[in-house]
């Protein structure tokens, strides 16, 4: 089991109007809506640096080898996809 933490966020009376409104639509209280959203956030950003990780190895990889695949290849094989004669994923 997870430990929990208290973490207090200021909000402007705007925003804390708007939040209130919503957990009333939503039948949910502004501590399910603001937990929702900061999980959200966090694993969309999470999602973002993994994916920018990636591509920066990637292009160190580029940058070492040279090795790439055309974008012909890579047209030919979304092309394929659904048919028949559905094309491996080019290396």
């Keep these: ?4 933490i208290n973490t207090g966020v200021k909000l402007d009376e705007t925003l804390h109007a708007r939040l209130k409104a919503l957990s009333t639509a ?4 502004p ?10 956030y966090v694993e969309r950003e999470e999602a973002y640096e993994r994916e920018k990780r990636e591509d920066q190895e ?5 940058k070492l080898t040279g090795q790439a695949i ?5 047209d030919a094989w979304l092309a394929s996809w659904g048919s028949e004669s559905e094309l491996p994923c080019p290396k």
Excluded at 1 to 4: G, I, N, Y
Excluded at 26 to 29: A, C, D, G, H, L
């Design 1 to 4: 089991m997870s430990k929990t």
């Design 58 to 62: 990637r292009w160190q990889r580029y």
């Design 31 to 40: 501590h399910w809506l603001m937990k929702a959203a900061i999980e959200q």
């Design 70 to 74: 055309s974008n012909e290849a890579v």
């Design 26 to 29: 939503k039948e949910r209280t």
